[in-house]
Structure formats: structure tokens, C-alpha cells
């Protein structure tokens, strides 16, 4: 068994005191404050040279120095939800309940840093701890924590990044790595159909957006249909449709609303998609109305560098076994990592940590996970600095 799963496994007690003590005290994005204390305590214990703050609540600890520099990454932020599990571990803030996992990356994260700092032939060069706040969703200003930190500099100088993302749903100790694409480009729309109000007795006095609204959601149907190269993966998924007011039967409404999203993993389908979007919506114009469309850009797609994940999925099957690796899994879900592989090539396993015969999807009210996923993630991060640490001072 690899000296640094052995050490993994040695931290367990600690790795799920870890994760239950942030289990209890989920926090949602931009707001981890207690959590990036305990994280800043932890650390700065290893004696690493540790800085608060970036990206509002996240930290940023580092290890050695010079070059090359690996980063490792952990997302700390929770979700609006209220657990449903009874267990002794649970969620102490009520709507707030980590159920995407983070919890388990900080702490498999913070047992790395200390696995890499008591190591003692750990190779020259930086591995840079990045604790980052607000995963799931944005601030004020439409920017997740992942992209603040790229935009501070925390990424500058890095060699290769890379992280874990456990998967309620499957196996234990199973990795998906996945080589090239991996989550895709993440754009919500948000459209207004402008007509003009009347009584429903005299629709021809008025123009009818409920009408034009019919129109517009058959032609948005039809984008991924016709107008996208069917080669390219792309969803066109519509949301919400709001029109009228409780009681108006008989009134013909001003306006009415609708909001979806766009996935897709390059960027010219996903400059498609916008622009046939709105070729779609403006079918309102053409009928009498008139529109308004909002498109707001959400995280690109991430993009596993096949070198990199090519190099470290022989790595996880030298610590987990040779049948460790399953394979390719693409999805169209989104993940703000990809604002750290567009920085520094990199990549992002998927590691299996089903607890039971329950269905635990994430984001749900019932997830939860195994925490013998716990020093399995450890290992791997830990192995993972080693592994690129190694592999960029060898290239030039
Ligand atoms: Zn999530
Ligand atoms: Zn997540």
C-alpha cells in the first residue's frame, strides 16, 4: 500500500472529526466565515504560511516554495436546504445543510496539507492550498468564489491545478477521470414578451404575450433540434413561464415572462446557442410584440487536461486499484473550477463515496456520503502535488 494512503488512513478520526464539526456548521457561499477559521487554525498549526480573506472568506495556505507550484483546491460553501437526515452529525443551521460535499473536500484537503508537511522527501518547489468560498452560486455581482480568486492573482505562477469532487451515487474508492471536457458552460436567460394588455373578450385590440409566448417556446425547442451542430452536446432547457394574475381569466396581460438555461461544452456552440436564443425569442417582434432579453454568463466548462489526468489517473489506480478508474462521465451540470483550469492546466476527479442503498443525490435534502471516501481523497490530493510537483520540474 502506498506510504501516503497509509498515512491517510492513520488521520481518519481526525479527517471525520473535521467533517462532521463542518457538517454541523454549514455556511452558505461567501459567508464560511467560521469554517475558514477553523481551516486558518488548522493550518497555520502545520506551520504553513496561511493568508484569510481571499475572495472574501477564502484561504490560501502555502507549502515550500520556488517553482514549480501545484495548487490543490477544496470549496467550503453549503446549500439553502434543510437536512432530513437524523444523524448525530447533522446540520445545527437550520436551511443550511451541506449537501454537495464540500465539507468532505475541506476536510480531505486540510488532511493532505498535513500529510505533504510531515512529509520528509516531499520534492522542491510550492503547493498552494486553495480553500474556496462560494461554489454554487454568486454575489452581488455575478462572480463565484473560484472566479474572485482567479481574478486576485491566487492562480498566478501555478503550474497545475488540481481537485476532488466526491459523488454521492458512486462506489466507493471508483474515480472518474475524466479527459477533457467535464461540466459544461453554464448560461441562465431571463426574457420578457411585451404585448399589449386588453380584455380578453377584444384580443385584437391588444397584441396577446401569451400568445406570442406559445410561439417563442416553440421555436426556442426547435435551437438544439436545427440549429445546433448535432456532433456538439447542447441543452436548451426553459424553467419558468409566468403570465396573467390570479383571478384574470378574462384579461389579456401585458407581458409575460420566461427564464431558462444553456449548457455546452465549447464555446462556439456556445456562442450558438445565445444567438439562436435569441433569433427565437425575437419571433415575438415578428407577431406584433416585442422583447427584452437577458443573458447572464455563468462558469465556463471545465476542461481536464488529458496529459494531466492522463498522469494521475495512473496514480489513482496505483492507490486504489487497477479497476479504481471507471469510465468517462461526462456531465452538463456547471462547476466554477473551471475558472482555475483556465488558468493552469489541470483537472478535476470525480471520487465515488455512495454511503447505502439510499439515494443520495446531491443537492438534496437526504445526501450524505461515506467518510470512508475520507482518507482515500487525502491520499489522492496529497499524491497528486507530489505526482505534477514531480512531473513540471522534469519539463522544461
Ligand atoms: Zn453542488
Ligand atoms: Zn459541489
Known amino acids: 500500500m502506498s506510504v501516503l494512503l497509509n498515512e491517510a488512513n492513520a488521520l481518519r478520526q481526525q479527517l471525520v472529526t473535521w467533517r462532521r464539526d463542518i457538517h454541523q456548521h454549514p455556511e452558505l457561499g461567501f459567508r464560511e466565515t467560521r469554517t475558514a477559521a477553523l481551516v486558518a487554525r488548522e493550518l497555520q498549526a502545520l506551520g504553513l504560511e496561511v493568508m484569510t480573506g481571499s475572495a472574501k472568506t477564502g484561504v490560501v495556505a502555502v507549502l515550500g516554495e520556488g ?36 465539507d468532505a473536500h475541506t476536510a480531505m484537503l486540510l488532511g493532505a496539507a498535513r500529510v505533504l508537511a510531515n512529509m520528509k522527501d516531499r520534492p522542491a518547489g ?74 380578453g373578450a377584444h384580443p385584437d385590440q391588444g397584441v396577446d404575450p401569451i400568445f406570442l409566448l406559445g410561439q417563442v417556446i416553440s421555436a426556442i425547442q426547435g435551437v438544439v433540434a436545427r440549429r445546433i451542430d448535432p456532433i456538439k452536446p447542447a441543452v436548451l432547457t426553459i424553467g419558468t413561464v409566468k403570465a396573467g394574475l390570479e383571478g384574470g381569466e378574462n384579461v389579456i396581460p401585458a407581458e409575460a415572462r420566461l427564464t431558462g438555461t444553456m449548457r455546452s461544452y465549447d464555446s462556439e456552440t456556445r456562442e450558438n ?15 406584433g410584440g416585442d422583447y427584452v432579453l437577458e443573458i447572464v454568463r455563468g462558469c465556463p466548462s471545465t476542461y481536464n487536461d488529458p496529459d494531466v489526468a492522463e498522469v ?56 450524505d456520503i461515506s467518510e470512508d471516501v475520507l482518507p482515500m481523497g487525502t491520499a489522492l490530493l496529497a499524491d497528486a502535488a507530489v505526482t505534477l510537483l514531480k512531473r513540471a520540474a522534469e519539463r522544461p
Open 126 to 199: 510550492e503547493i498552494r492550498f486553495l480553500f474556496q468560498p462560494c461554489e454554487e452560486t454568486h454575489d452581488e455581482e455575478g462572480k463565484s468564489g473560484a472566479q474572485r480568486m482567479v481574478e486576485e492573482g491566487v492562480l498566478d505562477g501555478v503550474d497545475h491545478v488540481f481537485a476532488l469532487h466526491v459523488d454521492s451515487e458512486m462506489e466507493v474508492g471508483k474515480v472518474v477521470a475524466s479527459k477533457g471536457y467535464m461540466t459544461a458552460n453554464v448560461d441562465n436567460f431571463y426574457a420578457t414578451i411585451i404585448g399589449k394588455g386588453v380584455h
Open 67 to 102: 517553482s514549480p507550484v501545484v495548487a490543490l483546491r477544496a470549496d467550503m460553501d453549503a446549500l439553502p436546504l434543510q437536512e432530513a437526515n437524523h444523524v448525530t452529525y447533522a446540520s445545527q443551521t437550520p436551511g443550511v445543510m451541506h449537501a454537495c460535499g464540500h
Open 273 to 287: 446557442l445565445i444567438t439562436e436564443l435569441e433569433r427565437a425569442v425575437s419571433v415575438a417582434r415578428a407577431l
Open 312 to 367: 494521475l489517473s495512473e496514480r489513482v489506480k496505483v492507490l486504489l486499484g487497477e479497476n479504481a478508474i471507471i469510465p468517462h462521465d461526462v456531465s452538463m451540470g456547471g462547476e466554477d473550477f473551471s475558472f482555475m483550469t483556465s488558468k493552469a492546466p489541470g483537472a478535476m476527479f470525480m471520487l465515488g463515496a455512495k454511503l447505502d442503498h439510499v439515494q443520495r443525490a446531491h443537492h438534496n435534502p437526504v445526501f
